[in-house]
C-alpha cells in the first residue's frame, strides 16, 4: 500500500493526464520546464541570460560603489539611482540563478514555498522599479522647472520618505498575489512552462476559478503600472515645456541632457513591458517558446542596460569610474 501511495504522488507532480480526478492542495513541488520546445538549445540559451547577469551584478555595484565613496554624488537623483541598483539586483538574483540552474544542471524542480518566494520578489520589484522611475521623474521635474528651489524641495528626509513609500507600495500591492495562488486546490499538474514562477502562470494550474488572480493581476497592471506611466508623461510633458521656453539652443540642450539618462532608462523599462503585453494578447499564433524567451529577454534587459545607460550618459559617473581605472592601471 506504501508503495502504491508512493507511485500516486509520483503521478501527481509530474502526469499531466492521470490527474484530473484528485485535488491536492499546495503540491509540494513544482516543475519549471525553462523555455518548452528548446530543451536540446537550453546550454546555448543560458550564454546571453548569464552574460546579462554578469553585466548587470558587475554595473549595479559598480554604481552604488561610486554613488556611496563620490561626495558630490550624494543628490536626490544619484539616491534613487541607488535605489535602482538595488531593486535590479535583487530582481536578477532572485530568477537567474534558478534559470541557469534549470540551463545547465537541468534543475527543474522548485519547492512550493520556495515558488510563491520567487513569484513575490519577482513582481514586487518589478512593480518598486516602476515607482522608482516615478521618483526619478519626480526629482528631474523639480530640477528643471524649479530649479532654485530643487535643495529646499527635495531634502534627504524627503527622499527617503519618497523612497520608503515606493518600497511599501510595492511590498502591500503585491502581497495577495502569494496568498492568492496559496488557497486554490491544484489537481491538473504541477509543470510551469516557464523558468520561473509568475503569478498568472501559477494561477492557471488550479482546478478553482481564478478570475479573483486575473482581475487583481489586471488592477495592478493598469492601476499601478498604468498610473506610473501616466505620471510620468505628465512631469516630461511639463519639462519638455520649460526646455522649449529656453532663449538658446544651447541651453535647451544642455538642459535636456540632464534628464536624458532617465528618459532611456524609463523607455528600456516600459517599452519591452508594453510589447511582451501586446504580444501576449495579439500575437497567439506565436509558439509558447517564443513567447516565453522574448519575455525574459526584456525582463532582465533593464537592469543590464539601467547602469550602462548611467555611466555612459552621466558625466560624474563617468568620470569617476574613469579615475578607478586610471587609479587601478598606474
Known amino acids: 500500500m506504501e508503495t502504491c501511495g508512493t507511485s500516486r504522488r509520483h503521478l501527481l507532480s509530474y502526469s499531466t493526464s492521470d490527474s484530473n480526478t484528485t485535488e491536492f492542495t499546495n503540491p509540494s513541488t513544482f516543475i519549471l520546464l525553462g523555455i518548452p520546445g528548446l530543451e536540446a538549445a537550453h546550454v546555448w540559451i543560458s550564454i546571453p541570460f548569464c552574460t546579462m547577469f554578469a553585466i548587470a551584478v558587475l554595473g549595479n555595484f559598480t554604481i552604488l560603489f561610486i554613488v556611496k565613496t563620490e561626495p558630490s554624488l550624494h543628490e536626490p537623483m544619484y539616491y534613487f539611482l541607488c535605489m535602482l541598483a538595488?531593486?535590479?539586483?535583487?530582481?536578477?538574483?532572485?530568477?537567474?540563478?534558478?534559470?541557469?540552474?534549470?540551463?545547465?544542471?537541468?534543475?527543474?524542480?522548485?519547492?512550493?514555498?520556495?515558488?510563491?518566494?520567487?513569484?513575490?520578489?519577482?513582481?514586487?520589484?518589478?512593480?518598486?522599479?516602476?515607482?522608482?522611475?516615478?521618483?526619478?521623474?519626480?526629482?528631474?521635474?523639480?530640477?528643471?522647472?524649479?530649479?532654485?528651489?530643487?535643495?529646499?524641495?527635495?531634502?534627504?528626509?524627503?527622499?527617503?520618505?519618497?523612497?520608503?513609500?515606493?518600497?511599501?507600495?510595492?511590498?502591500?500591492?503585491?502581497?495577495?498575489?502569494?496568498?492568492?495562488?496559496?488557497?486554490?486546490?491544484?489537481?491538473?499538474?504541477?509543470?510551469?512552462?516557464?523558468?520561473?514562477?509568475?503569478?498568472?502562470?501559477?494561477?492557471?494550474?488550479?482546478?478553482?476559478?481564478?478570475?479573483?488572480?486575473?482581475?487583481?493581476?489586471?488592477?495592478?497592471?493598469?492601476?499601478?503600472?498604468?498610473?506610473?506611466?501616466?505620471?510620468?508623461?505628465?512631469?516630461?510633458?511639463?519639462?519638455?515645456?520649460?526646455?522649449?521656453?529656453?532663449?538658446?539652443?544651447?541651453?535647451?540642450?544642455?538642459?535636456?541632457e540632464t534628464c536624458g539618462s532617465h528618459l532611456c532608462v524609463i523607455l528600456a523599462f516600459y517599452i519591452p513591458r508594453l510589447f511582451t503585453s501586446l504580444m501576449y494578447r495579439f500575437a497567439q499564433n506565436v509558439p509558447l517558446r517564443f513567447h516565453v524567451l522574448i519575455a525574459n529577454v526584456y525582463l532582465f534587459m533593464p537592469p543590464m542596460l539601467n547602469p550602462i545607460i548611467y555611466g555612459v550618459r552621466t558625466k560624474q559617473i563617468r568620470e569617476r569610474l574613469l579615475q578607478l581605472f586610471i587609479h587601478n592601471g598606474a
Open 86 to 256: 538595488v531593486t535590479n539586483l535583487i530582481l536578477c538574483t532572485s530568477t537567474l540563478p534558478k534559470m541557469l540552474a534549470i540551463f545547465w544542471f537541468n534543475s527543474k524542480e522548485i519547492n512550493f514555498s520556495a515558488c510563491l518566494t520567487q513569484m513575490y520578489f519577482t513582481h514586487c520589484f518589478s512593480v518598486m522599479e516602476s515607482g522608482i522611475c516615478v521618483a526619478m521623474a519626480l526629482d528631474r521635474y523639480v530640477a528643471i522647472c524649479h530649479p532654485l528651489r530643487h535643495s529646499t524641495i527635495l531634502t534627504r528626509p524627503l527622499v527617503a520618505k519618497i523612497g520608503l513609500a515606493v518600497v511599501l507600495r510595492s511590498g502591500m500591492v503585491i502581497l495577495p498575489y502569494p496568498f492568492l495562488v496559496r488557497q486554490w486546490p491544484y489537481c491538473r499538474t504541477n509543470i510551469i512552462p516557464q523558468p520561473y514562477c509568475v503569478h498568472i502562470a501559477v494561477a492557471k494550474l488550479a482546478c478553482a476559478n481564478t478570475h479573483v488572480s486575473t482581475f487583481y493581476g489586471l488592477f495592478v497592471t493598469f492601476c499601478v503600472i498604468g498610473l506610473d506611466g501616466i505620471f510620468i508623461a505628465v512631469s516630461y510633458t511639463q519639462i519638455l515645456r520649460a526646455i522649449f521656453s529656453l532663449p538658446t539652443k544651447d541651453a535647451r540642450l544642455k538642459t535636456f
